[in-house]
Nanobody, 126 residues
Framework: QLQFVESGGGLVQPGGSLRLSCAAS????????IGWFRQVPGKDYEGVSC????????YYKDSVKGRFTISRDNAKNTAYLEMNSLKPEDTAVYYC???????????????????WGQGTQVTVSS
């Protein structure tokens, strides 16, 4: 059974940090490009960051550049999103997704994914 499970969300004050994890089971993550997306109620999904399976190239949404870092550990079949200097506007449900043979910029900008996690809530508030 293919499964993709996010964890690490929670409530954090502005300026704080969180590390999201996305653990895959039932398939090998090293074959897939990985993306982190977020959604606020009433709005579309937006691509936050994506990372290639082939060369590790990355894409970041402009508003998170310099604050967020995407990474992957294929040995652990897990992907991560390190989020620093969090702002209230980062509040959303964050999802990870995996896609085969998709350029990372297209994956993020067009919200592409073959497998999706269930999401984890991130709330940035004082």
């Amino acid at each position: 059974q293919l499964q993709f499970v996010e964890s690490g969300g929670g409530l954090v004050q502005p300026g704080g940090s969180l590390r999201l994890s996305c653990a895959a089971s039932g398939f090998s993550l090293d074959l897939y490009d990985i993306g982190w997306f977020r959604q606020v109620p009433g709005k579309d999904y937006e691509g936050v960051s994506c990372i290639s399976s082939s060369d590790g190239s990355t894409y970041y949404k402009d508003s998170v550049k310099g604050r967020f870092t995407i990474s992957r550990d294929n040995a652990k079949n897990t992907a991560y999103l390190e989020m620093n200097s969090l702002k209230p506007e980062d509040t959303a449900v964050y999802y990870c997704a995996a896609a085969l043979l998709v350029p990372v910029q297209a994956m993020c900008e067009k919200t592409l994914g073959d497998h999706w996690g269930q999401g984890t809530q991130v709330t940035v508030s004082s």
